[in-house]
């Protein structure tokens, strides 16, 4: 692959404490996959949901000071593994396009943002640039034998004429990918639906609510894992699965793992580089679950082949 | 069920206001109702979505400011990637909220505290420090007990950092928190 695929990245905050397992297999596949990431240097928060409640043009400077710290930077433009992020980094950015926004913004920042790289989630590069063909070229460990729900959360592609990415309703870039490491996708109709979001502290009977209708969903559809490429969806389903199981009496032991952390398996990865221990939900199910499948695959083949 | 004399309760203020700030022309909802029958806050809000834009287009400003759907909205996008009249209906509701903080309302006062502590961390330390969040939520809301339980996984496994992560420029991120409450306050 060409070195042409280099990125200004922004990690974002959640990537250094609750998602440390994502930043670590993001980082550990888009090496492997040949994306360069070149951190943002001295990035900040870029103020998530707390700050566009309070004001747009806040939210938007505290993201396009990100922004002013990618340019110069010899790159194709900023990604960034977190939904949340991309999308105030996007709005920010699709806002600023107004020249009168982009004044006031600037006027919160120390030096002003031209606003002119283009921006993008990771999982969007690794779809588009690499794709699932040549990802399955790379595979070493086929994940044959798993079947998982694939959930979107609500922002990854809404709303779409700022997002820009893969369908609003149904999108399929996740899908792909997985499907390119033999994994067997189940349907699941609550792709884009919101888990609760940040309202697991203040409001927790919300996301309770909210993320045990995905789980209940996603083992109604079959699935015996559910992927995702969102840390706040992913804290939601995994680390809250406990309380979800106590407050809806319910027994979910559904391993939700990051997209990143298969693929990374797939590609033959070491699984401590892609943080799997640090799943709250012991994903060691879903991988049992896998090889007896193939186990079972490959004994109905050897009776059907002494058969003929 | 609530009357409103259209001829002496209409804030047309009000609307031009939302409109303004919002960029969105409220005249174009036609009460279809697709946001509401797609929006997964709804059970949790004490008016639905449509509703409040139909208050909005009826001038009813105390209303919509103080009800509490607009601290329970989650800027999931669903009302706006559906509605059939490309109104961002949740820039919309993230507009209202604005005006329903500097009027003075926190109808959801945990929700708030909490939007609030998340920005005086990132004030602080240009990221935001979980640990730290979570502190000052508790000792806000006298909740001391709020997530304990995972903490218990989030901690040993090196997930939840007792310190702030540091950055350079930090002073930097504080200076754009004054600018704009200094150009608020002017």
């Known amino acids: 692959m060409s070195s042409s695929l280099s990125y200004a990245y922004y990690p974002g905050c959640s990537g250094q404490g609750t998602s440390i397992e994502y930043e670590q297999s993001s980082q550990a596949v888009c090496k492997a996959l040949g994306i360069t990431l070149q951190e943002i240097p001295d990035w900040s928060c870029c103020g998530s949901t707390p700050a566009h409640t309070v004001d747009h043009t806040l939210s938007a400077a505290l993201s396009a000071r990100n922004l002013g710290q990618a340019e110069g930077m010899i790159v194709n433009g900023v990604i960034t593994p977190c939904p949340s992020c991309l999308t105030n980094l996007k709005t920010a950015s699709h806002r600023m396009k107004d020249e009168t926004f982009r004044a006031k913004t600037n006027a919160l920042l120390e030096k002003p943002v031209n606003n002119t790289l283009p921006i993008m989630s990771v999982l969007q590069v690794i779809y588009e640039q690499v794709g699932p063909e040549k990802l399955k070229e790379k595979v070493v460990r086929p994940l044959t034998g798993m079947k998982l729900a694939p959930y979107y959360g609500c922002i990854m592609n809404r709303p779409p004429d700022v997002m820009d990415f893969d369908d609003c309703e149904n999108p399929i870039a996740m899908d792909r990918l997985m499907e390119a490491l033999g994994i067997e996708i189940t349907p699941f109709p609550l792709k884009v639906e919101c888990c609760g979001a940040s309202y697991g502290v203040a409001r927790k009977d919300i996301v309770m609510h909210l993320s045990g209708k995905l789980l209940d969903a996603a083992e109604d559809c079959g699935a015996e894992a559910m992927v995702t490429a969102c840390p706040l969806c992913q804290m939601n389903l995994d680390l809250r699965q406990g309380q979800i199981n106590s407050a809806n009496k319910t027994n979910h032991a559904m391993p939700i793992f990051y997209y990143t952390q298969l693929i990374g398996m797939a590609l033959g990865l070491d699984e401590a580089d892609l943080g799997m221990k640090k799943l709250c939900v012991d994903p060691g199910k879903a991988f049992r679950k896998m090889e007896a499948r193939k186990a079972e695959a490959l004994e109905e083949s050897v009776v059907r082949r002494s058969g003929n | ?186």
Request: glycine fraction near 6%.
């Open chain 2, 1 to 186: 069920m609530n009357t409103i004399r259209l001829n002496t309760a209409c804030d047309a203020d009000f609307i031009n206001q939302v409109e303004k700030e919002s960029e969105q022309d409220m005249s174009l909802c036609y009460q279809c109702g697709n946001c509401t029958a797609g929006c997964p806050y709804t059970t949790f809000y004490d008016l639905p979505v449509n509703q409040v834009m139909r208050l909005v287009q009826v001038g009813q400003r105390e209303q919509v400011l103080s009800c509490k759907s607009l601290w329970l909205c989650a800027s999931c996008e669903s009302c706006t990637t559906r509605c059939p009249n490309d109104i961002d209906v949740a820039r919309i509701m993230d507009v209202l909220r604005h005006m329903s903080r500097r009027a003075g309302h926190a109808t959801e006062r945990r929700v708030k505290i909490f939007w609030d502590a998340f920005l005086s961390s990132v004030e602080r330390h240009g990221r935001v420090h979980e640990m730290g969040l979570m502190a000052t939520y508790m000792t806000k809301t006298g909740r001391m007990f709020t997530d304990i339980d995972l903490g218990m996984h989030l901690i040993p496994n090196g997930k939840l950092s007792l310190k702030p992560h540091t950055m350079i420029g930090k002073k930097e991120v504080s200076e754009i928190f004054k600018r704009f409450n200094e150009e608020r306050s002017s």
